[in-house]
């Protein structure tokens, strides 16, 4: 990894029931935020928000949504990989894709280069309970944790919810993610937002690019922003408010585990990732496959 400026942009859908006018409308809004973005910070590195094409909630029956988007790289996604090529900078995105057939609809992160090309695809592993078809929602889970290496460094992508699951950050640290970037749409507290992605940089010691979404979906849900980015000790050095633009930060390598905490004269001494204990894991590999739930009550 080099040393370079990523930026979490936040935008707010365009309200009123999903149409392919307000899709084009998103798309537009997106393509406008990021030239203002890299124009005002000289980013190298931009996320935009979890399923930023549409909004998150989008109010209409799968089959239908199916339509509306398009498969990956395709029309959806072409206008924001043009505009990564003409800033020269790596973008990612969150859209809804199609899958092979009208009933299935992945929540995709996309990574483009400075190209304009389609480098890595993430499909969201883990589905918030409303939008997984399992739960009646919209969404068929991926199965791929997805790591891309790029001239800036190896990124690796999660998406919203799947931030609250350590076992996919950890498989894309010991892949050699230096940059995890997660585009969300988060509907809980702005609390378990950042304790999330401050656990998932401290766990694997790695910079957590998360753009939260903001305004209103088309199913009328709010988002409360706050987008960030955090350091690999877990610090949180750029922080959005709620309304619509952006936060930067200087991601250097050779400052990421300079010291024990946040300007101390204490050298870092461990490595989360190097003091697994293996033996550890491989004795234990059959309860982390097992079946498993909460015993409280819950909704």
């Not at 969201?124 to 800036?152: I, M, N, Q, R, Y």
């Not at 010991?174 to 656990?199: H, K, N, Y």
Request: with cysteine.
């Amino acid at each position: 990894m080099r040393a370079f400026t990523a930026a979490a942009v936040q935008v707010a859908p365009t309200p009123g029931p999903l149409t392919a006018d307000s899709v084009t409308a998103n798309i537009t809004h997106c393509v406008d935020m990021v030239r203002r973005c890299v124009e005002a910070t000289g980013a190298e590195l931009v996320v935009l928000p979890e399923s930023c094409t549409t909004g998150f909630t989008p109010g209409c029956p799968t089959e239908e949504l199916w339509e509306l988007v398009s498969e990956v790289p395709g029309p959806v996604t072409r206008r924001l990989a043009d505009v990564a090529a003409e800033l020269g900078v790596h973008l990612v995105l969150g859209t809804y894709e199609r899958g092979p057939t009208p009933d299935v609809v992945y929540n995709a992160a996309v990574l483009v280069d400075p190209r304009g090309e389609v480098v890595g695809v993430y499909r969201k592993t883990h589905p918030f309970c409303s939008e997984s078809v399992d739960g009646g929602g919209w969404v068929t889970p991926g199965d791929t944790a997805t790591v891309v290496d790029t001239e800036l460094g190896r990124i690796g992508m999660i998406i919203c919810f799947d931030g609250d699951y350590p076992e996919l950050a950890r498989i894309e640290a010991v892949r050699g993610a230096e940059v995890i970037v997660r585009p969300s749409a988060l509907l809980r507290s702005a609390d378990v937002w950042e304790l999330t992605s401050r656990a998932r940089a401290y766990d694997n010691h790695v910079y957590v690019v998360g753009a939260n979404a903001t305004g209103t979906d088309p199913a009328g849900v709010l988002y409360f922003g706050n987008s960030h980015v955090v350091t690999p000790v877990g610090h949180i050095v750029a922080k959005a408010a709620t309304h619509e633009g952006w936060v930067s930060a200087r991601l250097d390598p050779a400052e990421a585990l300079a010291s024990l905490t946040p300007g101390s004269n204490v050298g870092q001494g461990f490595d989360h990732l190097r003091d697994r204990n293996l033996d550890l894991i491989r004795n234990h590999r059959e309860d982390l496959e097992a079946p498993a739930k909460t015993t409280f009550p819950h909704a």
